[in-house]
């Protein structure tokens, strides 16, 4: 399957692994080495989205207006974590 290449299932798998993802991102948000204006783009886009009154698919179109805002949230989380250096991924990812 060429579609399934191995960026496409880097994201598949921390999708899948939410229970390892969330405590990720939690520990990552408070990690003093990772830059603060890192950290603030991650949450700031996060809460611009959540805050703002328009959304791809309005909220009330039932499956599609809330996988709009889990996508977004997911791709918040992807690039977080994606520039984050590895060392300390995989320091909270073996504990």
């Given amino acids: ?7 496409v299932m ?3 798998m921390m999708l899948l692994n939410l229970p ?3 405590p990720l991102v ?9 830059h603060w204006s890192r ?3 991650f949450l700031g886009g996060a809460l611009a989205y959540f805050l703002f ?3 791809i698919f309005p909220d009330w179109i039932p499956l599609f207006g809330q996988l ?3 996508t977004a949230l997911f791709l918040l989380v992807e690039r977080f974590v ?6 300390i991924i995989n320091q909270y990812l073996l504990k």
Avoid: C, F, Q
């Fill in 10 to 12: 880097r994201r598949l």
């Fill in 39 to 41: 950290k603030l783009l």
């Fill in 26 to 34: 939690w520990n990552l948000a408070w990690d003093k080495r990772i």
């Fill in 82 to 87: 994606a520039g984050t250096p590895v060392h």
């Fill in 68 to 70: 709009d805002d889990l």
């Fill in 1 to 7: 399957m060429a579609w399934l290449d191995r960026e």
């Fill in 20 to 22: 390892k993802s969330v």
């Fill in 53 to 55: 009154p328009y959304d």
